[in-house]
């Protein structure tokens, strides 16, 4: 009776709650990424981003200004000021004068300090500072705050890391070296794959069974394993430390999973429109181009997808075959690593860089993000 039409079976369930799972797990860190990119520093060292929406509540210590800023008001000598400094702005929960207390007085209320005089601070920050007697001293008297602020967010981070020239020529050089990087990796082994896809999958020659288990095995070697060999390989025929270098290091780590991709694809696209072809005296070029390639753009689209996320993300790769001092050919992710060295502690900035380096991803992702299952799929039923 679970099987009726009309009812859905508990493993039917299970498995859409295991992709929102899953989906949620993804978007999560992304959705924090983003929202801190638009935080200050001092709202991501005191709250996690989930909050960034609410009022919260921050204790901070402020400083009046010293004796030299007093001014005398009908005998009775004043300091005024604000603990919000500058822009910032909120509520005063509670203060204190001493940090064993910093809750000991609420807004508007005045605190006795003895020879130093009597402090009243207000709900909106303003305090002032009176004694009969001047002021002394080159330290003005510390207030501990407890303010409730309210959401803020700027787009100075997006200001400094795309328009400041300490900054953004850097990001941009990166930005386009990305590019010129993954761009080419992600069309060459696409373009040898499928000629290859093809002969495996519809051409008849000797040892194609064997090639395929080839294809198969070199999917399970890791990548960490080729590095140092092809390295020495490049530099012996001079394309080492360049973009060339790169690109051949990105085709040759892409093409076994091209090829398995495209070969099972291209194996489960009817035969009756091959045979019919070659009846009509199509050669397997024109077979190759003009069929197999408009009906294969979905498992294209796929590699594609895979292939753009693995070299726009790559640091390992481009550590060992781009090699630049000059900072010419740097790639995002290590323009990144080098600002963890020089910004450790600017949250909101290295927040910042890291979506803007997924940004470009992301667009790709959901604009061919239709083909993926698709692709991934072909070849797996009959």
Sequence with gaps: MDNIAGHKSGLTWAVHLSVLFLVLLWIFPTVGLFVSSFR?????????????????????VYRAPSASDQIEQGGVFVIEGNVFEGSATG??????????????????????????????L????????????????????????????????????????????RNSEGMTKAFFSTLTVTIPSTIIPILIAAFAAYALAWMEFPGRALLIACVVGLLVVPLQLALIPLLKFHNNIGIGKG??????AHTGFGLPLAIYLLRNYMAGLPRDIIE????????????????????????????????????????LVAMVFLIDSSGETTVMTRQIVEMLGTRGGDWEILATAAFISMAVPILVFFAMQRYLVRGLLAGSVK
Excluded: C
């Excluded at 509670?94 to 009243?120: C, F, K, M, N, Q």
């Excluded at 007697?133 to 200001?159: D, K």
């Excluded at 973009?243 to 051949?248: A, D, E, H, N, P």
């Design 40 to 60: 200050t520093s001092d709202q991501i060292s005191s709250t996690g981003w989930w909050k960034a929406l609410f009022p919260t509540e921050q204790n901070s």
């Design 276 to 315: 019919n072809a070659k009846v009509d005296g199509a050669t397997d070029f024109q077979i190759f181009v003009k069929i197999i390639l408009p009906l294969s753009f979905p498992a294209l689209a796929s590699f594609a997808i895979f292939q753009f996320l693995w070299t726009w993300n790559d640091l």
């Design 122 to 165: 207000n709900a909106d920050g303003s305090f002032r500072l009176e004694n009969t007697e001047a002021f002394t001293g080159s330290r003005g008297q510390r207030i501990f705050v407890t303010a409730t602020t309210p959401p803020e967010f700027t787009l100075a981070n997006y200001e400094f890391m795309l328009f400041d020239p």
């Design 91 to 120: 509520d005063i929960a509670h203060w204190g004068v001493s940090s064993r207390e910093i809750d000991a007085y609420a807004p508007g209320e005045t605190a006795d300090l003895g020879e130093d005089g009597r402090l009243t």
């Design 243 to 248: 973009y060339l270098g790169v690109w051949f």
